[in-house]
């Protein structure tokens, strides 16, 4: 089975720069994620929208490689029966003329 997360969008502190440190700023997280299911073992969607808000909402990181890195573990923590995992981080109002994005994927 894989799980797909589409365009799930809140408020963090996010970046180096100063006023992004200062001022929450809109992420759009996409995420994709398969594992092996049977009736004994399946993942309930809202808890890894649950974690991925969590994770990004307490650790406020500086870096959008280290979100990547940091929602990877607190996702696989919870959920290790993943196979695969696929996350993109979008800012979409940083720069005015396009949104910034990163993604990353892995096998388990």
Known sequence: ????????????????????????????INLEASYEYTQDNFID?????????EELKTK??????????GLK??????HPSLQTLWIKISKPDILPQCTV????????
């Open 1 to 28: 089975m894989t799980i797909h997360i589409e365009a799930l969008s809140f408020d963090v502190i996010i970046g180096l720069l100063d006023f992004e440190r200062d001022k929450p700023q809109r992420v759009i």
């Open 45 to 53: 969607y809202a808890d890894m929208v649950d974690a991925i808000q």
């Open 60 to 69: 406020r990181y500086t870096l959008l490689e280290d979100a990547l890195l």
């Open 73 to 78: 573990v607190a996702l696989y923590t919870r």
């Open 101 to 108: 994005s990163l993604s990353k994927s892995w096998h388990f």
